[in-house]
Nanobody, 123 residues
Framework: QVQLVESGGGVVAPGGSLRLSCVVSGRTFADLGMGWFRQVPEKEREFVAAFSWSGRSTYYADAVKGRFTLSRDNGKNTVYLQMNSLKPEDTAVYFC????????????????WGQGTQVTVSS
């Protein structure tokens, strides 16, 4: 069973930065597509960014392109989401997810989920 544990959320002023981490256990890290999603109350979970298997390719939602960056440490089985130039509209609960597919853009393509971490962008 794959387990995902996120950390790194918090409160930050507009224009600030945060780095989210997601530690993966229970399965070989290299053959999982990894994604980040976010959700605000009464809205569907929204795609943010994704790695394909082994991190060969990365994908970003238009809303975060140029501001957010994915990275990974295979030795630590950890995926990171560096978030810069944060805006109030980035406020959400951020979820790490893993898929047995190569990658995915929709929440229903992912098989495993973390518990989520709150990111609040406010002055």
């Amino acid at each position: 069973q794959v387990q995902l544990v996120e950390s790194g959320g918090g409160v930050v002023a507009p224009g600030g930065s945060l780095r989210l981490s997601c530690v993966v256990s229970g399965r070989t890290f290299a053959d999982l597509g990894m994604g980040w999603f976010r959700q605000v109350p009464e809205k569907e979970r929204e795609f943010v960014a994704a790695f394909s298997w082994s991190g060969r390719s990365t994908y970003y939602a238009d809303a975060v392109k140029g501001r957010f960056t994915l990275s990974r440490d295979n030795g630590k089985n950890t995926v990171y989401l560096q978030m810069n130039s944060l805006k109030p509209e980035d406020t959400a609960v951020y979820f790490c997810a893993a898929t047995r597919e190569l990658y995915g853009f929709s929440a229903n393509e992912y098989d495993f989920w973390g518990q989520g971490t709150q990111v609040t962008v406010s002055s």
